[in-house]
T-cell receptor, first 111, second 113 residues
Framework: QKEVEQNSGPLSVPEGAIASLNCTYS??????FFWYRQYSGKSPELIMS????GDKEDGRFTAQLNKASQYVSLLIRDSQPSDSATYLC???????????FGAGTRLFVKA | GAGVSQSPSNKVTEKGKDVELRCDPI?????LYWYRQSLGQGLEFLIY????????KSGLPSDRFSAERTGGSVSTLTIQRTQQEDSAVYLC???????????FGPGTRLTVL
């Protein structure tokens, strides 16, 4: 079992729709969770971080965390073609700085 | 302020040669990470440094790979006797303790012929 699992996609949604990206992790003691966006040929950049169970909203982005289910998700409302990218889920392991990334989900937003 | 910088941006080498990749983290960041990303793949953790603590080398794929961080700042990733399967983009990131956001450099694209 991979430590951080994501559906590789591609996930295709029409412009203006809600894109839902999901991630599961294996280390039950993990405390920090991140979503990074990576455009083709570019480096990852942070979209959201979340540390507590529940929802965290930032503009069109909402991160959801459920530690009991070891599940974290990212919702993108009013999706735009500029949101087309690969979204990487990252989990920081217990008691340290080591961060494990998922393989990423490719998102296509169709105009 | 200045972000994370990496050099060279591109490196083409012949199989069997040694290569050195450099990372300059954001000033004041105590943590520094190296990752490898093969074409179309996610980020593979290689090593991280945190302050003066012993580095976590658990992700290094073989003993041909080594890294050091001098003076708590600049880091060098060395790959000895390169193989074709080492071809990838090598990404460096740094972070402070709080917040623990990782900021990535532009990467070094390594091609082993």
């Amino acid at each position: 079992q991979k430590e951080v699992e994501q559906n590789s996609g591609p996930l295709s949604v029409p412009e203006g729709a809600i894109a839902s990206l999901n991630c599961t992790y294996s280390d039950r003691g993990s405390q920090s969770f991140f979503w990074y966006r990576q455009y083709s040929g570019k480096s990852p950049e942070l979209i959201m971080s979340i540390y507590s169970n529940g929802d965290k909203e930032d503009g069109r982005f909402t991160a959801q965390l459920n530690k009991a289910s070891q599940y974290v998700s990212l919702l993108i409302r009013d999706s735009q073609p500029s949101d087309s990218a690969t979204y990487l889920c990252a989990v920081k392991s217990t008691g340290g700085f080591k961060t494990i990334f998922g393989a990423g989900t490719r998102l296509f937003v169709k105009a | 302020g200045a972000g994370v910088s990496q050099s060279p941006s591109n490196k083409v080498t012949e199989k069997g040669k040694d290569v050195e990749l450099r990372c300059d983290p954001i000033s004041g960041h105590t943590a520094l990470y190296w990752y490898r990303q093969s074409l179309g793949q996610g980020l593979e953790f290689l090593i991280y440094f945190q302050g003066n603590s012993a580095p976590d080398k658990s992700g290094l794929p073989s003993d041909r790979f080594s890294a050091e961080r001098t003076g708590g700042s600049v880091s060098t990733l060395t790959i000895q006797r390169t193989q074709q399967e080492d071809s990838a983009v090598y990404l460096c990131a740094s972070s402070s303790y709080d917040p623990d956001t990782q900021y990535f450099g532009p990467g070094t694209r390594l091609t082993v012929l």
